[in-house]
């Protein structure tokens, strides 16, 4: 009977081999991914689709007995990150936190703004609130993951302990930790959004598609995160899955340009697209303004002055962002890198005339459309070959 006990407890009821409990813990562990990316952020926290009632309970289930994580706190913690991103109110910023303390204490971070009632009552609407919420998930909280752990020791013995810690420690590192923290400090970025999020990764597998994290900020609503050809978005491919069995119904994804002949005088279905997609048309902009920046800094070091080479050098990695995203002293500098370049300026004016019909609220369009015709035409006679390139693109968006 001793031996038995022993023996028990040292394999569990399966007896598995260690790369069976490997694989076992990376399945279950993404799983909970899934819950999260899916169910919790896209689906509760964005309304971007609608999940199938029992597959909301499958995950409102699963992520109290694999996290102890409850719907209407995380989707009230995360919109009121995107209110008051990158400011001292947003619960988890590295931008105003520091990167270390987000990623190595966000969880902390996380357990302390959800105590923050404030939060729960402004942020936290549309979330369940049914009699399971109220009277197991909520009250009960450390229960799911109790039985969590009773399961995994049943199940492989001592080492169980071991698979309950890294599920345990999963959601705390990537999602608080790498997602809030490493997705607002480094990494690559398609869309100059307001805030400093960025895509961690073109391959969105491991943290289930929320490493393209610059996409989901600049597309907020929108249930799949990967925009160009060469990003994957694995939370995307299993909500298309879902759909396919009516198990999910998509409400929003991000717009995609659509370029038909272009046109000599501009109309509203015209006007339509280029506000629809106005995140694109500036991050192309963007990348217009970076090439002409870099030939002319070119210029410079071939024949040209050596300190205004220098300084033209020195601000070369945030120069053709948009004025709104630089800080006080990069502001100052603007006028001493345009001042004598006309083609540097060219572009600064046209993107700043451009970037300013996105914030004319109370222009009618009538007047949008003559401010875009007029645009086009300003770009065309410019004598600069990429704004004439650029203006008619804009002219083919249907």
Known sequence: ??????????????????????????????????????????????????????????????????????????????????????????????QTRGIWKVLLEGAELYRSEAKNEETM????????????????????????????????????????????????????????????????WWGYRNFNSSDASTNIFPLGILIGGEELHNNHHTYATSAKLSNKWYEFDIGWMYIRIMSAFKLAKVKKIAPTPRLLTAKRVLDHDTLQAVLSNRYEVMARYGKALKRAYRQELSKLKEGG??????????????????????????????????????????????????????DRSNASREQLLAQLQDWCHRAEQSGIKALQDFASRLRRYA
């Open 1 to 94: 009977m001793l031996n038995s006990s022993l023996e028990f407890l040292a394999n569990g009821l399966l007896d598995l081999s260690w790369w069976q409990i490997l694989l076992f813990t990376l399945v279950m562990t993404h799983i909970t991914i899934i819950g999260v990316t899916v169910y919790l952020h896209r689906c509760q926290a964005h309304r971007a689709l609608e999940l199938h009632p029992a597959v909301s309970h499958f995950f409102r289930f699963w992520l109290w007995m694999t996290t102890g994580m409850l719907t209407g706190q995380w989707a009230a913690i995360h919109r009121k990150h995107h209110a008051k991103c990158e400011t001292e109110e947003d619960p988890h910023s590295p």
């Open 121 to 184: 009552r402004k942020f936290s609407h549309g979330t369940p609130n049914d009699w399971m919420e109220r009277n197991v998930y909520t009250r009960y909280p450390i229960l799911g993951i109790s039985i969590m752990m009773v399961i995994d020791v049943a199940l492989f013995g001592f080492v169980g302990l071991s698979v309950w810690a890294v599920q345990m420690i999963w959601i705390p590192f990537w999602a608080a930790g790498v997602v809030n923290g490493l997705a607002h």
């Open 305 to 358: 002055s050596a300190d205004k080479y220098q300084l033209m050098r020195g601000a070369r990695k945030w120069a053709h962002k948009e004025e709104a995203g630089l800080d006080e002293p990069q502001r100052q500098q603007l006028p001493a890198l345009f001042s004598d370049n006309h083609k540097l300026r060219t572009y600064i004016e046209l993107r700043q005339d451009l970037a300013a019909m996105w």
